[in-house]
Every structure is written in C-alpha cells, then in structure tokens.
C-alpha cells in the first residue's frame, strides 16, 4: 500500500472556462470499477478579480479488486494571483487520505476562445508525510460545438503526471467525457485512466457522466 500513498490532483482544476469567473461545479462520474464525485467552485476575492480562491473537493471509490483499496478523498484551496487573463500564480494547502498535507505553488497558463480551451498547471510541492519535493503537471482541453442557443456539444480530456522526488512516477490519470450540454446540465460518456506507485497499478474505467454548474 505504501505505493499508492501518494498525492493527486482532480481533474476539475481543468474545467475553467474563464479565468475570472465566480461558479461552483459539481460532476458525478459512474464507471464500471469506480465512482467519483467532485466539487470545484471559484470566487473573486477583490473588486478587479485579481485575486480568486479556488476549492477542489474529491471522492473517488474503487471497487475492491483483489483486496486493493484505492477509495481517495482529497481537499485543496488555492489563491491565484491573476496577472492576466493568461496568466496565474498562487500557493494551496493540499489534503490528500493518502498522502497526507502538501504546501504547494502553482502557475496557470490558459489559452482560450468562443469555442475551444486549453490549460496548463505545473506545481512544485512539499509533502510533509514524505518529507520529500514532487513536481506535478495538469494539461486539460475543450472543444465545444454550440447546436442551438441551448444546446451544444462538449469534448474533455484531462492529463496529470506526478512525480515523487522529482524523478519517480507517483500518480498520473488520463480521463475523457464527451457529451451534451442543456440549459447548463451536461451528461455522457466517459473513460479514467488511472496509475498509481512507481511500477504504475492501473485502473482503467468506462461510465457515465453528469456535470452542472452553478454560476453565482
């Protein structure tokens, strides 16, 4: 078990679709091994939105298989520092059931039009149950297709690599959802990919999503 004690990162961080935007996002995914569901909201601190709090809430849930307990809970909040409608900055205290609390410092880098989207987040942290750095990257795109003026189609892929010390694989997942939106209710397919330790246990999931969001 001591491999899949490690830190991971949801990938709702991905699912912006502005930079300055105040929403709460809530998405349950059913697969045929694995139930996850995610909370993810962004709030405007200052009058100019240069300053925001972002909240990612997790639960994932594993069917047992041969007596490997993957079920994770994680909590983080993070201060971005918005330079720009490009560019972010800020530190986050990170909760992980399985590895414990992190300080981390992330960057932002986030590309965007009317139809597609495209985010980069590289992390370095400090997990104190290690003692040890990691680094982090989080990649996540979208395309979407606007088929009338309340319905459109939606494409997600999101990508995150951790690494232990810098150098030793410690989690990573590749997740897809493909589906379409109505009146802010988006529902579909999906697929997670998930890897954990350093010679990776997989966990390869197909299911259901459901994902709506509250703008405030």
Do not use: C
């Not at 830190?7 to 349950?28: H, K, R, Y």
């Not at 982090?136 to 494409?155: A, G, H």
């Not at 410690?170 to 009146?183: E, H, I, N, T």
């Amino acid at each position: 078990m001591k491999k899949l004690r490690i830190i991971s990162v949801s990938s709702i961080i991905g699912f912006v679709s502005t930079l300055q935007a105040q929403f709460t996002q809530l998405e349950l995914f059913l697969g045929f091994e694995k139930t996850d569901f995610t909370l993810f909201s962004n709030y405007s601190i200052n009058d100019n939105n240069a300053l925001s709090i972002a909240t990612l809430a997790f639960f994932q849930k594993f069917r047992e298989r041969e007596n490997q307990i993957f079920d994770e809970v994680g909590v983080q909040p993070t201060l971005f520092w918005n330079i720009n409608k490009t560019i972010a900055l800020g530190p986050s205290l990170y909760y992980n059931s399985f590895g414990g609390f992190s300080e981390r410092l992330s960057g932002k880098f986030i590309l965007q039009n009317s139809r597609t989207f495209l985010v980069v987040i590289p992390t370095i942290a400090y997990s104190e149950k290690k003692d040890a750095g990691l680094g982090e990257i989080f990649t996540q795109f979208q395309i979407q297709k606007q088929l009338s003026k309340k319905v459109s189609l939606w494409l997600n892929g999101q990508f995150l690599t951790v690494w232990d010390k810098f150098k030793s694989h410690s989690r990573s997942f590749q997740q897809l959802r493909l589906g379409a939106s109505y009146k802010g209710h988006q529902i579909g397919l999906g697929l997670d990919f998930d890897q954990y330790g350093v010679e990776p246990i997989t966990q390869l999931n197909f299911g259901l999503f459901y994902r709506k969001n509250l703008k405030n």
